[in-house]
């Protein structure tokens, strides 16, 4: 009976040792992993303005830059004529013009079909009306609009696209005009 008491103690310790290893390994991975994700999410959100993330947008021109016209990592706040755009005015009494920057959200759709990079997904972006960074007409059917509108914009991808789903091909874009920038 001794003997089995002994046993049944060993099995015990071991059993705690083993579980001290795994303990040893498993924590510092799982750190490990948590500061990576938040390193994830912390870019991610740093570069939700940034409608191209990194692959480029249907809505967007073959010239790689986001809609604002400016470097994704940039973090100044100012557009090309340096007023400050920090924050935008969802005054439904102004009206999109040429030149102005707004901030927008849209859902691009091919035969009622959504594409892969033709959604801001809620994020919203920054697109001074003129810069010509997006494509066909994008932008010149923005104005008139008004903070709080849904503009339905049509377009067709150019023939050299650069992506061979959607060269040539009629698009259709819900547009929601965010805000404008005063």
Request: hydrophobic share 30%; proline share 2%.
């Given at each position: ?5 002994r ?7 071991e ?9 040893v ?5 799982l ?7 938040a390193i994830?999410?912390?870019?991610m959100?740093s570069s939700?303005?940034d ?7 249907a809505?967007?021109s073959?010239s790689?830059?986001d ?11 100012s ?7 920090s924050?935008?005015?969802t005054?439904?009494?102004?009206t999109?013009?040429?030149?102005d ?10 035969d ?16 001074v009306i ?10 010149d059917?923005?104005?008139?609009s008004?903070?709080?509108d849904?503009v ?7 023939d050299d ?19 404008i920038y005063?």
């Amino acid at each position: 009976m001794a003997q089995q008491r002994r046993a049944e103690e060993r099995r015990k310790k071991e059993l705690r040792r083993k579980i001290s290893k795994a303990i040893v390994i498993i924590v510092p991975a799982l750190a490990v992993i948590i500061l990576i994700a938040a390193i994830i999410i912390s870019e991610m959100s740093s570069s939700s303005g940034d409608s191209s993330s990194g692959s480029g947008t249907a809505a967007e021109s073959t010239s790689g830059t986001d809609s604002s016209g400016s470097d994704s990592s940039s973090d100044d706040t100012s557009d090309a004529s340096g007023s400050d755009t920090s924050s935008y005015s969802t005054d439904t009494s102004l009206t999109v013009e040429d030149g102005d920057t707004v901030n927008i959200d849209y859902v691009g759709t091919i035969d009622g079909v959504e594409f892969d990079g033709g959604s801001t997904g809620g994020a919203g972006t920054d697109l001074v009306i003129g810069s010509g960074n997006y494509i066909d007409d994008f932008e010149d059917q923005l104005i008139g609009s008004h903070p709080g509108d849904t503009v339905e914009v049509n377009v067709t991808f150019p023939d050299d696209y650069g992506n061979e789903e959607l060269n040539g091909k009629d698009a259709v874009f819900t547009v929601t005009i965010n805000g404008i920038y005063e």
